[in-house]
Nanobody
């Protein structure tokens, strides 16, 4: 059974940092691409980052490039999202998700319940 559990969200001021974690189980993380997505109230879902397992490439959405860093620890079955220089527009619920593919498809076939990030101005 595929399970993804996000943690690490919270309230932070503009310019601050947070580190999100995603605990994965029920599949082989080392063979699977994992993405981070976010959804703000009244807005469409947005792809934040994706780590491919095939070649290790990491992709970022334009809005977070240079500020967010995604990483994975296959030994711990965990994926992380380090978020720096946070802005109010980063406020959203953040999800980790996978399509159980080795490459990034930006699909959310499986996702966790999300963790809320609020950035105050």
């Amino acid at each position: 059974q595929v399970q993804l559990v996000e943690s690490g969200g919270g309230l932070v001021r503009t310019g601050g940092s947070l580190r999100l974690s995603c605990a994965a189980s029920g599949f082989s993380l080392d063979a699977t691409a994992i993405g981070w997505f976010r959804q703000a109230p009244g807005k469409e879902r947005e792809g934040v980052s994706c780590i491919s397992s095939r070649n290790g490439d990491i992709y970022y959405g334009d809005a977070v490039k240079g500020r967010f860093t995604a990483s994975r620890d296959n030994a711990k079955n965990a994926v992380y999202l380090q978020m720096n220089s946070l802005k109010p527009e980063d406020t959203a619920v953040y999800y980790c998700a996978t399509a159980l593919a080795s490459v990034c498809t930006w699909a959310m076939d499986y996702r966790g319940k999300g963790t809320r990030v609020t950035v105050s101005s």
